[in-house]
Every structure is written in C-alpha cells, then in structure tokens.
C-alpha cells in the first residue's frame, strides 16, 4: 500500500492545527473532587472553616452579647459560572455538643444514615453524574444548648427573640460581603437549604422567617416537618407563605422521633396552596436514605429550580 503524501503547501497549515489541539489539552486544568471515599468506602470532604459572629438576641432585637457559632463551608474545584455558584445551606441534626468528631463534611459514621449525606454532599459539590451544575456548601453549626447542638426554630417562645433569628441574617450579609472569600463565588439569590430532624425543621424556617427577597429556590427537608412542629407535637399553619419555595421531603414510616403523619400534613398543606412540593417516603427510620442520591436526590431536586 502507498502511503498518502501532503501537498507541501498543506504540511504548516495541518501541523499548525495539531499543535493548537495539543496545546488546548494540555492547557486544560485536571479535575479534582472535593470529596473522595477513604478506605471504608465513606466519603470524605475538604472544607473551609470560620467562626462566625453575631450579635445575640435581646428584648430590643439583635443587640445582646458577640455570639460566635462555627461555620464550615466548601465550594466546588474551577471557576464559578455567571453570578457565582448557587448556594446550598445544610442543617445539622441534633448531635452532643461536646462532640468533636461531628462535621458534616467529614464524618464517616453509620448512624443516622450519615454515609448518605456524605455522599449527597459530594455529589453537590463535585457533580459526578455528569449535569453541568455544581454547588457552594456551607454548613453552620447550631449553638449549644443542654448538652446538645440544634436549632431555635421549634423552642418554646418567640423566635424572633432567640440567637438564630440574629445568627441567620448575619451570616447570609457575610456570605455576600466577603468573609467567606470573593463574593463573586457565592449567587445569593439563588439559595437552597436541606437539613435532617432538627435540621429539616430549620429548613422550613428559611421559608417562613428568611424569604422576603424569595431567594431561596428550593429546600429539602428529611425527617422532619414545619418549622415550628417538634415531634408528634405540630400544628402546621392553613396558610402558608404565598411566596414559600418549592419542598420535597423524604421521610421514613418507621420513623418514632417525627411520626411521618406529621410531614404528610405539610406536604397537603403545600399541595393544596398550589406550591410545588414532591414526597418520598420509605420503609427506615429517622436517618438519611439511599433516596437522597441520584435521580429522586436532593441535588436533582435542586437541578431543577
């Protein structure tokens, strides 16, 4: 067989393109996930970490005592799209406030399901399925109380009178203002937030006490129900706000720290206020699920607002 000969005058043009091509490979960054499993198959995250400060509640509003609070948060490898990476809140469950192993990112516990939410958080931030839409994470810790860490939402009194009605609008100004890096990373107008037991009903919180911009785009809530609901003690409002955000839940029916009835009653409620909510309910308990990944997940519910 001949070989094929170029035309002298074709041999620069083609090896001109040649090397563009390899020099476009060559220039393109290798990806890096923010999280890989370790040795047991658990993922495992990078994150950043601040103290948080705010002033605490008092009878005249925010002008108590500094208060700090933890806030540990992470943004995917690359550069941001137009208007920074949308934002993804998640709330912690009740945990031991002498706990020092707990942080969301890290954990690598079996309890709770928590191997799931590792794996929820990856797929937020590191977006394996391939869809074209990542997320900045950012994890506050609740203040501890009794012992334990969780949040204001469903305790007794008012809330606007308690430390996260004051912690929340301080964190959200300095997200945007730059103590958490170059606010060109965060899109604050478009927010999401998830969060299991305590954590869920402080997901509802965000659509009751914090949307008067209607920022937030979706939520998600696990094991749990509206914001002022503790248990099988809840009373869901007739009326919920005009402007709540899109809400999907996953809940199990075995579940005997927040009966299931109790987030069905939220689900009709949204229903019949023509406010686009979805349930998943399953056979477990009161734990994160294999339902949060993949095509019936958080981050898929989120993809689509």
Same mark, same amino acid.
């Given at each position: ?15 001109? *393109? &040649? ?6 490979? /060559?220039?393109? @960054? !290798? ?7 370790? +040795? ?47 934002? *993804? &809140? ?6 031991? /406030?002498?706990? @020092? !192993? ?7 516990? +079996? ?56 912690f929340f609008p301080q964190l959200f100004k300095d997200v945007s203002g730059g103590a958490y890096g170059a606010p060109s990373q965060f899109n604050m107008s478009k927010r999401f937030a998830y969060g299991i037991s305590s954590g869920g009903y ?104």
């Amino acid at each position: 067989m001949n070989a094929v000969k170029l035309s002298p005058s074709l041999q620069p043009a083609l090896l001109g *393109v &040649f090397t563009l091509a390899i020099g476009l490979l /060559a220039a393109k @960054p !290798a990806h890096a996930d923010r999280c890989k499993p370790n +040795t047991s198959g658990a993922m495992v995250c990078t994150y950043q970490e601040r103290t948080q400060s705010f002033s605490s509640a008092g009878l005249l509003g925010c002008l108590g005592g500094k208060g700090t609070r933890s806030v540990r948060w992470q943004v995917p490898e690359g550069t941001p799209p137009a208007g920074g990476w949308p934002v *993804v &809140f998640f709330y912690q469950g009740t945990v031991p /406030a002498s706990d @020092p !192993a707990y942080t969301p990112f890290t954990i690598t516990r +079996t309890a709770f399901g928590a191997r799931y939410l590792q794996a929820s958080l990856h797929e937020l931030l590191d977006d394996p399925a391939g869809t074209g839409k990542r997320y900045a994470v950012i994890a506050p810790e609740a203040a501890a109380s009794l012992g334990l860490r969780f949040w204001d939402t469903n305790k007794l009194g008012t809330y606007a009178l308690k430390d996260d009605a004051c912690f929340f609008p301080q964190l959200f100004k300095d997200v945007s203002g730059g103590a958490y890096g170059a606010p060109s990373q965060f899109n604050m107008s478009k927010r999401f937030a998830y969060g299991i037991s305590s954590g869920g009903y402080n997901t509802s919180r965000m659509a009751v006490s914090f949307n008067q911009d209607s920022n937030w785009a979706a939520l998600a809530v696990v094991s749990a129900s509206y914001a002022t609901c503790a248990g099988p003690l809840c009373s869901v409002p007739s009326v919920l706000p005009s402007n709540h955000p899109p809400t999907k839940f996953y809940h199990g029916t075995a579940d005997v720290i927040v009966p299931i009835g109790t987030m069905r009653t939220y689900f009709d409620r949204l229903s019949q206020q023509g406010i686009e909510t979805e349930k998943v309910e399953n056979s477990g308990g009161h734990a994160f699920t294999a339902d949060v990944l993949g095509t019936s997940g958080i981050k898929a519910w989120f993809d689509r607002h």
